[in-house]
Nanobody, 124 residues
Framework: QVQLVESGGGLVQAGGSLRLSCALS????????MGWYRQPPGKQRELVAV???????DQADSVKGRFTLSRDNAKNTVDLQMNSLKPEDTAVYYC??????????????????WGQGTQVTVSS
């Protein structure tokens, strides 16, 4: 069973900071991309930032200069440091991982895994 476990999130005032952490566990062969998406109230899920195994980061323009994504390939973890938070950052944040995993019967298979989501609320 492969799963992502998220931690962090909560309520913060505008201008404050929060840190989200995510850990991937299970029968993992390799992980290509890890990162975070978010779904604001009444809107579709959108990219926040993702990082590949080589360290390349893709970020939404709205978070550049404020959010920093870091990854530990050995531990299969990814952290999102969020600074200078704005009310428009309010959303459910979801961790995401794409890679190759191992099933004892199927063998190796590619898949995309989502975390359960964590609420981030920024008050004005």
């Amino acid at each position: 069973q492969v799963q992502l476990v998220e931690s962090g999130g909560g309520l913060v005032q505008a201008g404050g900071s929060l840190r989200l952490s995510c850990a991937l566990s299970g029968n993992i062969f390799s992980v290509n991309i890890m990162g975070w998406y978010r779904q604001p109230p009444g809107k579709q899920r959108e990219l926040v930032a993702v990082i590949n195994s080589g360290g390349r980061v893709d970020q939404a323009d709205s978070v550049k200069g404020r959010f920093t994504l870091s990854r530990d390939n050995a531990k299969n973890t990814v952290d999102l440091q969020m600074n200078s938070l704005k009310p428009e950052d309010t959303a459910v944040y979801y961790c995401n991982a794409r890679g190759v995993f191992i099933n004892p019967i199927r063998g190796r298979y590619e898949d995309e895994i989502w975390g359960q989501g964590t609420q981030v609320t920024v008050s004005s």
